[in-house]
């Protein structure tokens, strides 16, 4: 599936390990733009098993705003630390391209 500048209404899903899945207070999904900007988008989270975590955003109206390169990186909240997963990437295309 594409991704275009404007998009949204979907799910922007993010798969990792960790080991601590029964301790997890909160999530959030840490954004670089294509220009640098950093934002942070809010995240929930599934405990799939054991080691494993699923994090999902639905991407809000106005949040796709630049065509490029895009970063991400999930980063998990427990009550006596912080833990951020590998970045992922995934690029934004104008219309028609």
Known sequence: MSVYVG????????VITTDDTANIQSAVI????????????????DVIDASTV??????QQGEL????LWKVQAV???A????HAETRHFVVKNEFE
């Open 7 to 14: 998009d949204y209404g979907f799910q922007l899903e993010i």
């Open 30 to 45: 840490e954004v670089r733009k294509p220009s640098g900007a950093e934002v942070q988008w809010n995240a929930g989270f």
């Open 54 to 59: 699923r994090l999902h955003h639905t991407v």
């Open 65 to 68: 705003d630049e065509a490029g």
């Open 76 to 78: 998990i909240t427990y």
């Open 80 to 83: 006596d630390g912080r833990q």
